[in-house]
């Protein structure tokens, strides 16, 4: 398997919480972020770099600090996150049932049965159908052995 790769700008249906914030770095609509807990910027989420994903694990008792760029921006710009919720990532790039986290591909996301020794679990959510996940982020600072 491999990346899903969304197909058109993000938008959720009846209760998606999003959140306004500020980029770190240069974000895309489509890019998975989080929150980091010492700026409270949002950067893209790398699975295989541990000071990043240190950041995550001290921000994680705060909700919604992990989600997907609706709107993106340059560094210091302002942004969108979706972090809870429907949210339709366009036309048949999932398969019903399973579950996505971050990818090694920095910013992105992958079904769960890709994820490799040395990656960081962050699970971002379940697809319900082809084109729309149920986006429930979490991150527990485990690493696969």
Excluded: C
Excluded at 71 to 86: K, R, T
Excluded at 88 to 93: A, D, K, M, R, V
């Amino acid at each position: 398997m491999a990346d899903i790769a969304p197909t058109q700008a993000i938008h959720g249906g009846a209760g998606l919480v999003v959140v306004s914030g500020i980029a770190g770095e240069t974000l895309a609509a489509t890019d998975w972020v989080y929150r980091a807990s010492d700026d409270a910027k949002w950067w893209k989420i790398d699975v295989n770099d541990a000071t990043r994903m240190a950041k995550v694990r001290s921000a994680a008792f705060v909700r919604n600090v992990l989600g997907i760029v609706m709107f993106g921006g340059a560094a210091d710009a302002a942004v969108d996150i979706a972090v809870w919720g429907p949210v339709n990532l366009g036309t048949s790039i999932m398969t019903a049932g399973v579950a996505y986290y971050g990818s090694d591909n920095i910013g992105k996301a992958r079904p769960a049965a890709d994820n490799g020794s040395g990656d960081y679990l962050v699970f971002y959510g379940t697809a319900y159908t082809a084109s729309i996940m149920y986006l429930a982020p979490a991150y527990h600072g485990i690493a696969l052995v």
